[in-house]
T-cell receptor, first 115, second 114 residues
Framework: AQSVTQPDIHITVSEGASLELRCNYSYGATPYLFWYVQSPGQGLQLLLKYFSGDTLVQGIKGFEAEFKRSQSSFNLRKPSVHWSDAAEYFCAVGDLNFGNEKLTFGTGTRLTIIP | DAGVIQSPRHEVTEMGQEVTLRCKPISGHDYLFWYRQTMMRGLELLIYFNNNVPIDDSGMPEDRFSAKMPNASFSTLKIQPSEPRDSAVYFC????????????FGSGTRLTVV
């Protein structure tokens, strides 16, 4: 079965600094990978997704992620964070097997931005 | 497009009462998913439907939980009787195709059972 590991429960970054959130996946074939963001009291919003092709994918709000098959990773990055980026971030992997067509989410990384 | 609509946003109920959560998926989306989010367990898939048919309900915690999708535009998640450990945020999500293409989530229902 597929799984996702987000090793960092909580990260604190200064406003304007760069950000990298880690995600490692386990899946037997080429994975479909996602990053979602959840602001307090809100549902999850899709930031970006990787299906195939270019391993560097661009998303909304200035985020990008890089798929590295050799490391089974799909880390999320942003060159300069804004206070509004404070939220919880979830990595997810999609299962393509019939009858199991769902996303499996990691446990999330809470991002705190300090002035 | 109004997105995935869930109601109510907040529900406070007493232990033993029946609770019904509602979801309206995006029109044309033929997959619907119910998730539960807690601090301890994170996001858990409870059940998902394809074309109104339940496909996988292995995540439904026990017989007290039931879900229906009587038509393409409406689904319910019912808990009867409710217990304090059911307190969580319940999310509904829908997708245009199989879930692995990505979902659109609703804003969730925060359930508190006292």
């Amino acid at each position: 079965a597929q799984s996702v590991t987000q090793p960092d429960i909580h990260i604190t970054v200064s406003e304007g600094a760069s950000l990298e959130l880690r995600c490692n996946y386990s899946y037997g074939a080429t994975p479909y990978l996602f990053w979602y963001v959840q602001s307090p009291g809100q549902g999850l919003q899709l930031l970006l997704k990787y299906f195939s092709g270019d391993t560097l994918v661009q998303g909304i709000k200035g985020f990008e992620a890089e798929f590295k098959r050799s490391q089974s990773s799909f880390n999320l990055r942003k060159p300069s964070v804004h206070w509004s980026d404070a939220a919880e971030y979830f990595c997810a992997v999609g299962d393509l097997n019939f009858g199991n067509e769902k996303l499996t989410f990691g446990t999330g990384t809470r991002l705190t931005i300090i002035p | 497009d109004a997105g995935v609509i869930q109601s109510p946003r907040h529900e406070v109920t007493e232990m033993g009462q029946e609770v019904t959560l509602r979801c309206k998926p995006i029109s044309g989306h033929d997959y619907l998913f119910w998730y539960r989010q807690t601090m301890m367990r994170g996001l858990e898939l409870l059940i998902y439907f394809n074309n109104n048919v339940p496909i996988d309900d292995s995540g439904m915690p026990e017989d007290r939980f039931s879900a229906k999708m009587p038509n393409a535009s409406f689904s319910t998640l019912k808990i009867q009787p409710s217990e304090p450990r059911d307190s969580a945020v319940y999310f509904c999500a829908s997708s245009l195709g199989p879930g692995w293409i990505g979902y659109t989530f609703g804003s969730g229902t925060r359930l508190t059972v006292v």
